[in-house]
């Protein structure tokens, strides 16, 4: 038996999506274990071209399980919506998907909150995705949660729900936005349940019997490192523990199961929304990135901004994630380049520093020191074959290689599943 835990090795948006699709051929049960539906991960195959939110992206291998962990916290409206659209596709999920009764649920106040929170904030405001994420998980661990398991039972719910109204109106109304009805509340989200009621069953059982008979599991992360609610760059980070170690609390996956984590990266660097950027281009070539990379998100449309690749960054989620393997995905984007940096550290009144010496504001002020390769503007689409890269391709994944002390063992080279270098 064998884990494997996929994660975003920087701020998200790497490319995990395909790599999983991949590696889901190989897998027998597809976990996603935290997050919600601010993560999107885009997968292109057979079936076609899929923005996937709460379901695990590994869900196109139909010989193998799609698990959604206890960790994953749920718009049931978004979830309603992936289900049908992988129906449509011709993916089946009966027998095959399984959703965790223990999951909490986004409920209508946790976004209108979200949204009048960051309004509030002004100038200061965190840049969240206005999914309802932060008061989801933040009811969660003040103990107002409600789950799937109350939806089981409509008097629990009731009572449920009716408790947080009278808690969550009051801060509506003093936040300037009309209070929610109890009932049309209840409506609408027992509509999308009962779609999903199917699917909804204790997943433990399952994942400890898998774990310990020979069982292939695949563990999807949803978000990408620096957005770890401990050791991101908080605060412009996510809810939930974006850790390889997440995974035993999100899923009840013991941690000794472990064997291989794959940290993703892109060739580049991006973040979406605010937080220091120590790498961040303002110029033509960050252009050319957004542009050649379609750095837009797939959860908000956003532009992404660019940067050059940050080793400092990816030696840290090495470290403390203990990485196996590292994906490098869209080398393609940088075909055109006549010349690339790599930031090889970053230094502080002229001393070497390092990511972990401080919190944000620390790392708003650091300087990255880079190093400089020559591109070799020829390309890279496609290509399958390690040897078939052109010789600076090859000397820039190398070098990216030695800075990480890590083993690249796959290199995407476009968006489809088959234009990917197996190492």
């Given at each position: 038996?064998?884990?494997?835990?996929?994660i975003?090795?920087?701020?998200?948006?790497?490319g995990?999506?395909k790599?999983?699709?991949?590696?889901?051929?190989?897998s027998?049960?597809?976990?996603?274990?935290?997050?919600?539906?601010?993560?999107g991960?885009?997968?292109?195959?057979?079936?076609?071209?899929?923005?996937?939110?709460?379901?695990?992206?590994?869900?196109?291998n139909?010989?193998?399980?799609a698990?959604?962990?206890?960790?994953?916290?749920?718009?049931?409206?978004v979830l309603?919506?992936?289900?049908?659209?992988?129906?449509?596709?011709?993916?089946?999920?009966?027998?095959?998907?399984?959703?965790?009764?223990?999951?909490?649920?986004?409920?209508?106040?946790?976004?209108?909150?979200d949204?009048?929170?960051e309004?509030?904030?002004?100038?200061?405001?965190?840049?969240?995705?206005?999914?309802g994420i932060?008061?989801?998980?933040?009811?969660?661990?003040s103990?107002?949660?409600?789950?799937l398991?109350?939806?089981?039972d409509?008097?629990?719910?009731k009572?449920?729900?009716?408790?947080?109204?009278?808690?969550?109106?009051?801060?509506?109304?003093?936040?300037?936005?009309?209070p929610l009805?109890?009932?049309?509340?209840?409506k609408e989200?027992?509509?999308?349940?009962?779609?999903?009621?199917?699917?909804?069953?204790?997943?433990?059982?399952?994942?400890?019997?898998?774990?310990?008979?020979?069982?292939?599991?695949?563990?999807?992360?949803a978000?990408g490192m620096f957005?770890?609610?401990d050791?991101?760059?908080?605060?412009?980070?996510?809810?939930?523990?974006?850790?390889?170690?997440?995974?035993?609390?999100?899923?009840?996956?013991?941690?000794?199961?472990i064997?291989?984590?794959?940290?993703?990266?892109?060739?580049?660097?991006?973040?979406?929304?605010?937080?220091?950027?120590?790498?961040?281009?303002?110029?033509?070539?960050?252009?050319?990135?957004?542009?050649?990379?379609?750095?837009?998100?797939?959860?908000?449309?956003?532009?992404r901004?660019p940067?050059?690749?940050d080793?400092?960054?990816?030696?840290f989620?090495?470290?403390?994630?203990?990485?196996?393997?590292i994906?490098?995905?869209?080398?393609?984007?940088?075909?055109?380049?006549?010349e690339?940096?790599?930031?090889?550290?970053?230094?502080?009144?002229?001393r070497?520093?390092?990511y972990?010496?401080?919190?944000?504001?620390?790392?708003?002020?650091?300087?990255?020191?880079y190093?400089?390769l020559?591109?070799?503007?020829?390309?890279?689409?496609?290509?399958t074959?390690?040897?078939?890269?052109?010789?600076?391709?090859?000397?820039?994944?190398?070098?990216?290689?030695?800075?990480?002390?890590?083993?690249?063992?796959?290199?995407?080279?476009?968006e489809?599943?088959?234009e990917?270098?197996?190492?």
């Amino acid at each position: 038996m064998a884990v494997t835990i996929v994660i975003g090795a920087q701020w998200g948006d790497e490319g995990k999506g395909k790599i999983i699709d991949c590696l889901a051929d190989s897998s027998d049960l597809i976990v996603r274990f935290h997050g919600g539906n601010n993560a999107g991960h885009t997968v292109v195959n057979k079936f076609g071209k899929f923005p996937m939110h709460l379901i695990p992206s590994g869900v196109f291998n139909q010989k193998a399980k799609a698990i959604i962990g206890n960790g994953v916290i749920l718009d049931l409206e978004v979830l309603e919506n992936e289900i049908k659209m992988l129906e449509k596709a011709g993916v089946k999920l009966n027998g095959r998907l399984y959703i965790s009764p223990r999951c909490h649920v986004i409920m209508p106040y946790h976004k209108l909150l979200d949204r009048l929170y960051e309004q509030a904030k002004g100038k200061g405001k965190t840049g969240t995705t206005g999914k309802g994420i932060g008061p989801t998980y933040a009811d969660k661990v003040s103990y107002n949660g409600i789950r799937l398991a109350d939806f089981l039972d409509k008097a629990t719910f009731k009572s449920k729900l009716a408790g947080q109204l009278l808690i969550k109106n009051k801060i509506l109304i003093a936040l300037g936005e009309k209070p929610l009805k109890a009932e049309l509340v209840e409506k609408e989200l027992y509509r999308c349940f009962n779609k999903i009621r199917p699917f909804v069953k204790e997943v433990l059982p399952l994942l400890l019997d898998a774990s310990s008979n020979g069982s292939r599991i695949l563990a999807e992360g949803a978000h990408g490192m620096f957005l770890d609610n401990d050791w991101g760059t908080y605060p412009f980070v996510t809810a939930s523990n974006v850790l390889a170690s997440a995974i035993t609390a999100g899923s009840g996956i013991p941690p000794q199961k472990i064997k291989r984590v794959i940290g993703i990266a892109k060739a580049y660097t991006t973040r979406v929304g605010q937080g220091p950027f120590p790498t961040e281009l303002f110029d033509n070539n960050g252009e050319i990135l957004v542009e050649k990379g379609n750095e837009y998100g797939t959860t908000t449309g956003r532009r992404r901004r660019p940067g050059w690749f940050d080793t400092e960054l990816i030696r840290f989620t090495a470290k403390i994630n203990g990485l196996t393997d590292i994906a490098l995905t869209k080398l393609d984007v940088l075909d055109e380049f006549k010349e690339i940096k790599i930031c090889t550290g970053y230094k502080l009144g002229g001393r070497k520093v390092h990511y972990e010496d401080g919190d944000v504001n620390f790392l708003s002020k650091v300087k990255p020191v880079y190093k400089r390769l020559s591109g070799w503007r020829t390309s890279t689409r496609g290509i399958t074959r390690l040897n078939d890269l052109p010789l600076n391709a090859k000397k820039y994944i190398s070098e990216i290689e030695k800075q990480i002390g890590v083993k690249i063992s796959f290199i995407s080279t476009g968006e489809d599943r088959k234009e990917i270098i197996k190492v």
